[in-house]
């Protein structure tokens, strides 16, 4: 079941993939991020309250055997568990948890009752970028490839929403809802500012920059703060090593979102080729492989991709081939 691999990230005791899973359910959908945040709780307050973990699993383990027991002696007999036995079953099992029995049926009880809130879903194609207002009057601004999920209006006391990809964010200021942002590794908390989330699923790195006032930033699903960022700081979480390093972010965030402006801060060659192949809908293919390690720094306002491609041949020695019917960029040279 999901809420047990949740629980076995909460315990610490989930391997790196099922963490990367839990991650994208929490954010792909706000139910599981409540089920989450809920079962968190509970083990807190278990923790307070010392509950003896691994006396409950032991005991847990042997009334599992005994009933697989029961079971093959009595195979074909139909055999249907009282409300009795069902609650004692859930007790033994909080138990384990550290979660007590009358926590859980409360919480499930309001869970099943929860109305659910209709979501919608905005999303970028490669080669596209789009401006979109939410319900509070918050700005989006998405990059290519890129999609936001949020519900059709805040409700409870926080505005919460679901993104893969880059987008800027110009929040309004409400300090009785906090605005998050969860990506499949971070989330980020504001009260209203102006930001950038680059966070894309299959990318190493997440990043937070902001423009404007205050954002907090923590891992996706934990309480305490991982940083708090102010104007023109930046945030890097590498996904790999579960590390984060905090700049000074030099150029100016809004300024070159709106215009659409492309940044190249010491990147690989490598590196650069995703990015304009998500900005430009088109293929880069390396034929000389020492080409994708060449660094660049650059920025570039809104310009046709022949025309990036010639100001970086100023700096480094390569050839390109563009085929504009196949949308296919073949680079080539004897590298760095």
Not at 63 to 74: F, G, I, P
Not at 92 to 98: F, H, K, N, P, T
Not at 228 to 255: D, G
Not at 320 to 334: A, D, H, P, T
Request: overall charge positive; hydrophobic content about 40%.
């Amino acid at each position: 079941m999901k809420e047990e691999l949740m629980i076995r990230v909460l315990l610490g005791k989930a391997s790196e993939e099922e963490a990367r899973q839990v991650a994208e359910w929490l954010a792909t959908d706000p139910a599981y991020q409540a089920i989450f945040d809920q079962l968190s709780r509970s083990l807190q307050q278990a923790s307070a309250q010392k509950y003896d973990t691994a006396t409950g699993l032991e005991k847990l383990k042997n009334r599992l055997q005994q009933e697989k027991s029961a079971e093959s002696d009595s195979s074909f007999i139909y055999y249907r568990p009282t409300y009795k036995q069902i609650f004692r079953l859930a007790a033994s099992v909080l138990v384990l948890l550290g979660v007590g029995w009358l926590g859980f049926v409360w919480y499930w009880a309001y869970a099943s009752h929860k109305p659910s809130v209709a979501m919608m879903e905005i999303k970028t194609m490669r080669g596209q970028r789009k401006q979109v207002t939410l319900p509070d009057g918050s700005q989006l601004w998405l990059s290519a490839a890129s999609k936001i999920r949020f519900p059709r209006s805040f409700q409870g006391n926080k505005r919460e929403v679901f993104m893969d990809g880059e987008i800027f964010f110009k929040v309004s200021h409400n300090k009785e809802k906090p605005f998050i942002i969860h990506t499949d590794t971070l989330q980020v908390q504001v009260l209203g500012t102006s930001f950038v989330v680059r966070s894309y699923l299959n990318h190493p790195k997440t990043t937070v920059t902001v423009a404007t006032g205050k954002v907090a930033v923590s891992l996706a699903g934990a309480s305490h703060k991982m940083a708090t960022l102010t104007a023109s700081q930046s945030l890097v979480f590498h996904k790999n090593t579960q590390q984060a390093s905090v700049t000074s972010e030099l150029n100016v965030v809004e300024s070159r979102w709106k215009e659409g402006s492309l940044v190249f801060d010491k990147l690989t060659f490598a590196e650069i080729a995703t990015e304009l192949e998500r900005y430009y809908d088109v293929k880069i293919v390396f034929a000389t492989p020492k080409l994708a390690q060449c660094v660049f720094k650059a920025t570039f306002k809104p310009m046709h991709l022949e025309q990036i491609l010639q100001v970086l041949q100023q700096t480094k020695s390569f050839h390109y081939e563009y085929n504009r019917q196949n949308k296919k960029v073949i680079l080539s040279g004897k590298g760095c």
